[in-house]
Nanobody, 121 residues
Framework: QVQLVESGGGLVQAGDSLRLSCEVS????????MGWFRQVPGKEREFVAG????????FYAASVKGRFTISRDNARNTVYLQMNSLKPEDTAVYYC??????????????WGQGTQVTVSS
């Protein structure tokens, strides 16, 4: 069974930083792209960042580019999302996913359970 376990969410103040982690088991991690999405109540799931299997290609949503950084450690089967200069509008449940990639959720076939990120004003 493919499993993604996320950690690192929490409650922070605007301007603070957080690093989310997602450890993958059950598949050859280095063969797949990884992505981060987020979702708030009443809204559709939103693409945040993606990284290809080598780590050499990264994509970011315009709303987070310059503030967030996605990276992966294939030796540890883990993908990270470093979030700096957090804003209240970044508040959401963040999900990691694995699959073929791209910026649409349809490009990913397995998902983590989500971790809550709350940014106060």
């Amino acid at each position: 069974q493919v499993q993604l376990v996320e950690s690192g969410g929490g409650l922070v103040q605007a301007g603070d930083s957080l690093r989310l982690s997602c450890e993958v088991s059950g598949r050859t991690f280095s063969n797949y792209a990884m992505g981060w999405f987020r979702q708030v109540p009443g809204k559709e799931r939103e693409f945040v960042a993606g990284i290809n299997w080598t780590g050499g290609t990264k994509f970011y949503a315009a709303s987070v580019k310059g503030r967030f950084t996605i990276s992966r450690d294939n030796a540890r089967n883990t993908v990270y999302l470093q979030m700096n200069s957090l804003k209240p509008e970044d508040t959401a449940v963040y999900y990691c996913a694995t699959g073929r990639g791209a910026t649409a959720s349809s490009g990913y076939d397995y998902w983590g359970q989500g971790t809550q990120v709350t940014v106060s004003s």
